[in-house]
């Protein structure tokens, strides 16, 4: 039934979509750990 296919690829997405999105979050946070670090050190050093 092509129906019940549908629901299953929709149900795939979103772990996939869920997947990403905790990798992407991971990577924003070190990222932003990153240019903090980088900040902090620009101003001690001047």
Avoid: N, V
């Avoid at 997405?13 to 990798?23: F, M, N, T, V």
């Avoid at 991971?26 to 750990?33: A, H, N, V």
């Amino acid at each position: 039934f092509p129906g019940e296919s549908e629901e299953e690829d929709e149900e795939g997405r979103a772990d996939l979509y869920q997947e990403e999105e905790g990798r992407y979050e991971g990577l924003r946070t070190s990222l932003l750990e990153e240019k903090h670090g980088l900040l902090t050190t620009i101003l001690f050093e001047t």
